[in-house]
Every structure is written in C-alpha cells, then in structure tokens.
C-alpha cells in the first residue's frame, strides 16, 4: 500500500478579528499519498489557501483558531502540536510552497528549473548538482 504522506481531518479553521469571525475552512478532511497529487478546487474564497497555509502553519497564530476536533498529521508528525523548530526543519525541506501570482513570487529574469534548484540546494547543502536538477 502507498504511505499517506499527509492525512487532513476535520480541518475547521477561524479567524478570531477583533470586529468579527471569520470562519475560513468547516470540516475538511483529505489525504494525499506518496507521489500522488492532489488538487483542491473552488471558488475565490472558499478556503483553498487557508488550508494549504494550514499545512506548513503559516496561517497568522494571533488570530487563527483551528477547531478543537482538527489534526494535520504529515508523515506521523501533528502538525497542529509541533514546535517552532520541528516546523522550521519541515518548511522548504519537505513541504514547501510556491506563492500565488508567478511575477513576485518567482523571479522572471530566472529560469524556474534554476530557482527550484536554487531552493533545493539552500536547504539541502549535501545536494549535488545533478540531484537537484533531477529533483526540480
Ligand atoms: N489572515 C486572514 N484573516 C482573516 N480572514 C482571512 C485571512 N485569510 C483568509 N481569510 C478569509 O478566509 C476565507 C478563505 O480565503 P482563501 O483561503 O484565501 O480562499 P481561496 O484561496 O479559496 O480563494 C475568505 O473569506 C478570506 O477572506
Ligand atoms: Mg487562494
């Protein structure tokens, strides 16, 4: 059987704002298996970015409440309970993210294969030249 990678349950998440609530994400749950891909589709609004910042708990923690049922597991670690530096080592080593709108997040006057090579080797100080190409 393919390992699930990361396991989404009941995911609720809400934004406590001084002048209102927002709730962002009711209730979802997926899982995404080893190579798999997944996409999660919807309209502007409905939550997609809430939920993937979710994964690397880069949603603002001053105001971000997740619902008392939610559990973020990748690979056996509790994404929701982990540490500062269990994170830290998690972000851009296995999980990373590539922001929305390409012109600020990417740089255009690069090629992207030499600016994904460029993030895998800046965590991955051992990555030889030929795996980081092979990986991008
Ligand atoms: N930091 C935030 N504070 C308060 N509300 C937010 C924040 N980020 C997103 N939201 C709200 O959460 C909802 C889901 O947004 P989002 O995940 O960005 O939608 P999508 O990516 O599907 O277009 C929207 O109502 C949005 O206004
Ligand atoms: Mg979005």
Known sequence: MTKQLLVVENLDINFELHEKNVHAVRNVSFKVAEGETLALVGESGSGKSVTSMS??????????????????????ISILDADEKTLRDLRGNRISVIFQEPMTSLNPFMRIGAQLIEAARVHNKKLGKKEAVQKA
């Not at 994964?55 to 056996?76: C, H, N, Q, W």
């Open 55 to 76: 994964v690397m708990r880069l949603l603002p923690e001053k105001f971000a409440r997740y619902g008392k049922d939610s559990r973020i597991t990748f690979d056996g």
